[in-house]
């Protein structure tokens, strides 16, 4: 028996993947506040193995324009500094021997339109893997009434794709729209 449920099941947690992955990419995008995940993409070596600086670090954000990070082993003050100077942050850190200060800088008009491009560009990549998703359930559906799936049911189950196509493209520029007035906000 051919289980269209399947098809919708595969094709709606595809789509749930891309809107995840577009949720974890715009929330490494500064909007000219201090936010802890702009530093997940930034890795130090620490003890022969490559990880993430809040795996070796406290990292804190006291206020909207600086993020504290203070490392648990003194010594990886220079290497943690190394990563984030190295990193494509643009930010220079600044080390009291205490904790690394990173103060984030207000955004320029200019910068502030290229964040919104790329926030764009990002979204574009969501729905393409949508319209993917989409395109491989319906596929299977073709596949399906050559095994004997009823047309009917093939009309009906590619609705229903759609609809849920369309539900998660709204939810991509819903979030677009959140993440550029973020941007723009001075």
């Given at each position: 028996m051919i289980d269209v449920n399947t098809c919708i099941n595969d094709a709606k947690e595809s789509m749930e993947m891309s809107l995840e992955y577009l949720e974890e990419s715009l929330s490494h995008i500064?909007?000219?506040k201090a936010n802890p995940k702009l530093l997940d993409g930034i890795r130090v070596d620490s003890y022969g193995s490559s990880m993430p600086i809040s795996n070796v670090a406290a990292v804190t954000t006291p206020d909207a324009r600086s993020i504290i990070i203070k490392p648990w082993d003194k010594s990886m003050f220079p290497i943690i500094e190394k990563a984030i100077i190295n990193s494509d942050l643009g930010i220079m850190?600044?080390?009291n021997g205490?904790?690394?200060r990173i103060g984030i800088p207000p955004l320029t008009?200019?910068?502030r339109i290229q964040l919104t491009k790329q926030c764009r560009g990002e979204a574009e990549t969501a729905k393409i893997s949508i319209?993917?998703?989409r395109r491989d359930g319906i596929d299977w559906l073709k596949k399906?009434?050559?095994?004997g799936l009823p047309e009917d049911n093939q009309k009906a189950t590619e609705d229903q794709l759609q609809k849920i196509h369309d539900k998660f493209i709204k939810k991509?520029?819903?979030r677009l729209e959140e993440k550029e007035k973020e941007i723009m906000t001075v």
């Open positions: 500064r909007a000219g850190p600044e080390n205490e904790v690394i008009e200019e910068r319209r993917n998703a399906a009434v050559k095994e991509i520029e819903e």
